[in-house]
């Protein structure tokens, strides 16, 4: 695939095209749409991307690519799953099922999305690095990152019965308020300094 341009029609197919996925997801996104939208013949899409599918992992690689540092990224990846589920709320029965049936189904899609942009390793490298520097104690950068997952995915999951258990009242608040105490337990734990 050919990088895009930081200007130009590859920048501005790029920019249309996050708010198409954003809004219709991968399956429900158009091509037609994305060209419209940012006023550009549909052709260059497959000039700049060949698919729409690889229009999709530019979008994913571009986002990422802006993240800085550790935190800022663990504030967008929180945001991302906070987004998913919340747009796409008749996908929670779907994973439970998957899960439930071992996940066969849904382990190349998830893994492509992870690993083929190197997200997995991008994030291991923040960690890993902060360790080394003594920002972070001694652990295991595999664990924190499955549990940092765990952490956003099983609220958001079984908010039903978490809302009940905790007698949550404002779910929409709770989950807005829910991304930054995420990020900033997994970061700071619960020990005061």
Known sequence: ??????NGSATKLL???REEFAI??????????IAARAQI???????HFHSKDNLYR???DDHFTQIGDLEIFLQRMAAFFHKMFQERQNFIPILLRELASGGD???????RIISVRGLNWKIKEMIDRGREKGEFRNLDSTHAIISFVGMNLAYLMMAPIMNSIW???DEGKFKEKRQKEVVNLFLHGLKAK
């Not at 695939?1 to 930081?6: I, L, N």
């Open 41 to 47: 013949n549909k052709a260059m899409i497959y000039y």
């Open 167 to 169: 007698e949550i009242k």
């Open 15 to 17: 920019m249309a095209a």
């Open 58 to 60: 530019a979008v994913i």
């Open 24 to 33: 219709h997801g991968l399956e429900g996104a158009r091509v037609d749409r």
């Open 1 to 6: 695939m050919k990088k895009p341009a930081q």
């Open 105 to 111: 189904r849904i382990k190349a899609p998830i893994t």
